[in-house]
Nanobody, 116 residues
Framework: QVQLVESGGGLVQPGGSLRLSCVAS????????TTWYRQGAGKEREMVAN????????NYAGSAQGRFIISRDNAKNTLYLQMNSLKPEDTAVYYC?????????WGQGTQVTVSS
């Protein structure tokens, strides 16, 4: 059974940084593309960044490019999102996602609030 557990969210001032983590279990993590999504209040869920199993392919949404860094540690079955230069519009619940056998699997999410 796929499990994804996010952590690392919190309240941060504009311009600050946070590092999110997602611990995966129940599947061979190192072989799967894994994606960070976010959903702000009243907004649709949107892709933030994704990364291939061996980290050879990385994609960012335009809003994340140059500020966020996605990475993974396959030995720890963990996905990361380093978020720098945070803006109020980055406020959202952040989720990690993996699609396995055509099924999208989600964690419970971690809240990030950027506010002064």
């Amino acid at each position: 059974q796929v499990q994804l557990v996010e952590s690392g969210g919190g309240l941060v001032q504009p311009g600050g940084s946070l590092r999110l983590s997602c611990v995966a279990s129940g599947f061979p993590f190192r072989y799967y593309f894994t994606t960070w999504y976010r959903q702000g209040a009243g907004k649709e869920r949107e892709m933030v960044a994704n990364i291939s199993g061996a980290s050879e392919i990385i994609n960012y949404a335009g809003s994340a490019q140059g500020r966020f860094i996605i990475s993974r540690d396959n030995a720890k079955n963990t996905l990361y999102l380093q978020m720098n230069s945070l803006k109020p519009e980055d406020t959202a619940v952040y989720y990690c996602n993996v699609v396995r056998f055509g099924v999208a699997n989600w964690g419970q999410g971690t809240q990030v609030t950027v506010s002064s």
